[in-house]
């Protein structure tokens, strides 16, 4: 049988995110949207930076995550990758509820959300 466990979604990014992988990034995202999965959290550990392009490209996979009333949130970002993810009005869409500090914080938000979400 299925379990919470299969409803969310690690997505692994690396590197900095810029106009030449801002389309890979959507299409991961966008892949991983397409399970079915209540949580998408994007694993920043190692994501140094985010260019104007890029954050466009997380500007429309959090606008596709909820479309398809999905949760996208964020993971292990440093300070400085946070600030341009507030610069870019990231944040805001995803809400500030959604940063974690590591993957852990997130897979527990991620559970604790869904165990006393209604059934349907």
């Known amino acids: 049988p299925p379990s919470d466990l299969d409803e969310v979604s690690f997505v692994r990014l690396t590197g900095p995110l810029f106009f030449a992988n801002a389309d ?23 994501v140094t930076d985010v260019d104007p392009t890029a954050s466009e490209a997380l500007a429309d ?33 995803i809400g500030d509820d959604h940063l974690y500090a590591t993957n852990r914080a997130a897979l527990a938000a991620f559970l604790a959300t869904e165990r006393h979400a209604p059934d349907g």
Do not use: C
């Open 61 to 93: 996979a959090v606008t596709m995550a909820h479309d398809r009333s999905q949760v996208l949130a964020v993971a292990r970002a440093s300070d400085a990758v946070k600030d341009l993810l507030d610069g870019y009005g990231i944040t805001a869409s």
């Open 24 to 46: 890979t990034l959507r299409d991961r995202v966008e892949a991983a949207a397409a399970e079915p999965v209540r949580w998408i959290v994007l694993d920043f550990e190692s």
